[in-house]
């Protein structure tokens, strides 16, 4: 059973930084890819960030390109969102999502990812 597990979210001044992290227990991350999502109430979910299973693709919404940074450790089945220049409209639950082969899920919105976590709520006061 593979779960996944979201840390690092807290509420924090608009310009500070913050790294998410999610843990991954249950089977190897490495054939994965991983990627994080966010959601605020009333508004679809968002692609933030993904990164393919070899690390040589990335993806990053609009709205964090040049703020976030994805990474990921396999040895320690672990990825991490760097987030700075933090806004107010970054505030929202972020959620750390697995895609295993054939990585059919879509990094835009989600829709086809077999494993997400229950999320870690980011609030960015300005």
């Known amino acids: 059973q593979v779960q996944l597990r979201e840390s690092g979210g807290q509420l924090v001044q608009a310009g500070g930084s913050l790294r998410l992290s999610c843990t991954v227990s249950?089977?190897?991350?490495?054939?994965?890819?991983m990627c994080w999502f966010r959601q605020t109430p009333g508004k679809e979910r968002e692609g933030v960030s993904c990164l393919s299973y070899g690390g040589a693709s990335t993806y990053y919404g609009d709205s964090v390109k040049g703020r976030f940074t994805i990474s990921r450790d396999n040895d320690k089945n672990m990825a991490y969102l760097q987030m700075n220049s933090l806004k107010p409209e970054d505030t929202a639950m972020y959620y750390c999502?697995?895609?295993?082969?054939?990585?059919?899920?879509?990094?835009?919105?989600?829709?086809?990812?077999?494993?997400w976590g229950q999320g870690t709520q980011v609030t960015v006061s300005s």
């Open positions: 249950g089977s190897s991350i490495s054939t994965y890819a």
């Open positions: 999502a697995a895609d295993p082969p054939p990585h059919s899920g879509s990094w835009v919105t989600g829709t086809g990812f077999a494993y």
